[in-house]
């Protein structure tokens, strides 16, 4: 007997002895004696529905950080009428408002996992398209008040991005395994091809129309962000076993939504405390780049770096993203490689006087932030399995959110101070190097065989038939990288 099992399913499984996948579906949750053995088989890597999903992650990933990448415009015209209406350091306030836009995403991604465990993948992306298409909508009416900017596309629309985010990545493991890597980098180029689009519209809009119209012009696309949240329902094929008690029921759902078991990877645990240190100054060139491009090389075209930034960006995703599929290829040391990059382009940054030079700088830096960002997903899978993917992803994100918060306000309150961008820029460059640099912890931690074959990206021990035990992931449980 088959059944279509709930959306969460993927963030309830277990694993018996035998190394044959458990999974507890909605009927134990009410109460009723079903226990379900899963018996699909791999992820059917390609189908109309896989490449709808893929679409779907795709405009996803577009969408959402098209318009957050895109600050930097915002920014100068939101700084302009902040100083106008006599706003006390206008240039750190409105730095604030997008700042706060990324650090909501990556803060409130371990509740976006979270709540894949109750609603699921499918509901919780919806969820997210509709609070951010909320966001933008009600910032039209605000776009003068900063306090309610921070709020409106600050939190809100931070929000509703952060609860879309995390599902459209997650989503993937279902239905691709071979080339997950690749997928993914194609996924991620969403946000490249967005960027390179959004600030000619975005300023376009501004000028033509002014923040307000713009606004709602975003609030129409965003809006498509909920549709594609429709498509991300997971895979995975039942049938009817034996009965599982009402209290051990209630104990592995607590277990699997808390994700207690990932911390006890110890891989998992140095890469999640190592990348809030390397993203402090990440998002700091995003929205500073274009204000600093006007006071250095007055008479150039401030947008087209950033657009170039994002061609890049787009090429490393697709490149790093297909690496990442090679056995061959250690993913962690890939975007160890990426930050030494990414840090070493922010430091120089400020000191290149040509701007031709000043682009080809941008476009290095460009290539290797496309390798961090596309190998997010790949690393976290390989550490955790994708039945954790969500709850690795959004964990680590949520330890990122501060830092990536509190960066560009704090390069924005230097330039007031120094009134030059060069000591916000190398110290935004210093973070990726030293975040970069404590990874190498990682590899001193001994991953050993595991006792057991691989279920779909983890192991099973062997040693005993208890259901509970076999919820832990021990260090011996991810597939090495």
Same mark, same amino acid.
């Given at each position: 007997?088959?059944?279509?099992?709930?959306?969460?399913?993927?963030?309830?499984?277990?694993?018996?002895?035998?190394?044959?996948?458990?999974?507890?579906?909605?009927?134990?949750?009410?109460?009723?004696?079903?226990?379900?053995?899963?018996?699909?088989?791999?992820?059917?890597?390609?189908?109309?529905?896989?490449?709808?999903?893929?679409?779907?992650?795709?405009?996803?990933?577009?969408?959402?950080?098209?318009?957050?990448?895109?600050?930097?415009?915002?920014?100068?015209?939101?700084?302009?009428?902040?100083?106008?209406? /006599?706003?006390?350091?206008?240039?750190?306030? +409105?730095? *604030?408002? $997008? !700042? &706060? =836009?990324?650090?909501?995403?990556?803060?409130? @991604?371990?509740?976006?996992?979270?709540?894949? /465990?109750?609603?699921?993948?499918?509901?919780? +992306?919806? *969820?997210? $398209? !509709? &609070? =951010?298409?909320?966001?933008?909508?009600?910032? @039209?009416?605000?776009?003068?008040?900063?306090?309610?900017?921070?709020?409106?596309?600050?939190?809100?629309?931070?929000? $509703?991005?952060?609860?879309?985010?995390?599902?459209?990545?997650?989503?993937?493991?279902?239905?691709?395994?071979?080339?997950?890597?690749?997928?993914?980098?194609?996924?991620?180029?969403?946000?490249?091809?967005?960027?390179?689009?959004?600030?000619?519209?975005?300023?376009?809009?501004?000028?033509?129309?002014?923040?307000?119209?713009?606004?709602?012009?975003?609030?129409?696309?965003?809006?498509?962000?909920?549709?594609?949240?429709?498509?991300?329902?997971?895979?995975?094929?039942?049938?009817?076993?034996?009965?599982?008690?009402?209290?051990?029921?209630?104990?592995?759902?607590?277990?699997?939504?808390?994700?207690?078991?990932?911390?006890?990877?110890?891989?998992?645990?140095?890469?999640?405390?190592?990348?809030?240190?390397?993203?402090?100054?990440?998002?700091?060139?995003?929205?500073?780049?274009?204000?600093?491009?006007?006071?250095?090389?007055?008479?150039?075209?401030?947008?087209?770096?950033?657009?170039?930034?994002?061609?890049?960006?787009?090429?490393?995703?697709?490149?790093?993203?297909?690496?990442?599929?090679?056995?061959?290829?250690?993913?962690?040391?890939?975007?160890?490689?990426?930050?030494?990059?990414?840090?070493?382009?922010?430091?120089?940054?400020?000191?290149?006087?040509?701007?031709?030079?000043?682009?080809?700088?941008?476009?290095?830096?460009?290539?290797?932030?496309?390798?961090?960002?596309?190998?997010?997903?790949?690393?976290?899978?390989?550490?955790?399995?994708?039945?954790?993917?969500?709850?690795?992803?959004?964990?680590?994100?949520?330890?990122?959110?501060?830092?990536?918060?509190?960066?560009?306000?704090?390069?924005?309150?230097?330039?007031?101070?120094?009134?030059?961008?060069?000591?916000?820029?190398?110290?935004?460059?210093?973070?990726?190097?030293?975040?970069?640099?404590?990874?190498?912890?990682?590899?001193?931690?001994?991953?050993?065989?595991?006792?057991?074959?691989?279920?779909?990206?983890?192991?099973?021990?062997?040693?005993?038939?208890?259901?509970?035990?076999?919820?832990?992931?021990?260090?011996?449980?991810?597939?090495?990288?």
């Amino acid at each position: 007997m088959t059944e279509e099992p709930e959306e969460s399913s993927d963030l309830l499984a277990t694993y018996k002895k035998d190394g044959t996948q458990l999974t507890i579906t909605q009927n134990n949750l009410n109460g009723k004696s079903n226990n379900v053995e899963n018996t699909s088989s791999e992820p059917p890597d390609g189908g109309f529905r896989a490449y709808l999903v893929l679409i779907g992650s795709f405009l996803t990933n577009g969408l959402l950080f098209g318009v957050i990448n895109s600050f930097g415009v915002i920014y100068v015209d939101l700084e302009k009428i902040l100083v106008t209406e /006599g706003v006390h350091n206008a240039g750190t306030r +409105a730095s *604030l408002v $997008g !700042s &706060l =836009a990324m650090g909501t995403t990556f803060f409130l @991604s371990p509740l976006s996992g979270t709540l894949t /465990g109750f609603l699921g993948l499918r509901m919780t +992306a919806v *969820l997210g $398209g !509709s &609070l =951010a298409t909320a966001g933008l909508l009600l910032s @039209s009416f605000v776009y003068k008040n900063v306090d309610a900017l921070c709020f409106t596309y600050g939190i809100l629309y931070g929000m $509703g991005a952060s609860l879309a985010y995390t599902p459209s990545l997650a989503i993937l493991g279902h239905y691709f395994k071979k080339y997950l890597g690749l997928v993914n980098g194609i996924v991620c180029i969403g946000s490249s091809v967005f960027t390179v689009i959004m600030p000619a519209l975005i300023q376009h809009m501004n000028h033509q129309y002014g923040l307000e119209w713009m606004f709602r012009v975003l609030t129409v696309f965003t809006f498509g962000i909920a549709l594609c949240g429709l498509l991300f329902k997971p895979i995975a094929l039942t049938k009817i076993e034996k009965p599982l008690s009402e209290d051990r029921c209630f104990k592995t759902i607590v277990k699997k939504i808390l994700t207690v078991e990932i911390w006890l990877n110890k891989k998992y645990r140095y890469w999640a405390l190592s990348m809030p240190v390397a993203l402090f100054g990440y998002f700091v060139p995003y929205i500073h780049m274009k204000a600093h491009i006007g006071e250095v090389f007055k008479n150039s075209d401030s947008n087209l770096p950033i657009q170039c930034l994002a061609v890049t960006s787009g090429v490393g995703r697709l490149l790093f993203g297909y690496l990442a599929d090679k056995k061959w290829v250690n993913n962690i040391f890939l975007q160890q490689l990426s930050f030494y990059i990414i840090g070493t382009m922010t430091i120089i940054l400020p000191f290149i006087g040509s701007f031709p030079l000043f682009v080809v700088a941008v476009l290095v830096m460009g290539l290797f932030d496309g390798a961090f960002i596309a190998l997010i997903g790949p690393i976290a899978i390989s550490l955790c399995g994708s039945q954790y993917a969500a709850q690795a992803i959004g964990c680590m994100l949520g330890m990122a959110a501060p830092p990536l918060s509190f960066g560009p306000p704090f390069a924005a309150y230097l330039h007031s101070v120094y009134n030059s961008y060069t000591i916000p820029f190398v110290l935004a460059g210093i973070s990726p190097i030293v975040g970069a640099t404590l990874m190498f912890i990682i590899r001193f931690q001994k991953t050993p065989k595991p006792s057991h074959p691989a279920a779909n990206g983890r192991t099973a021990s062997a040693r005993n038939g208890d259901i509970e035990r076999n919820l832990t992931l021990r260090e011996s449980d991810p597939a090495p990288l």
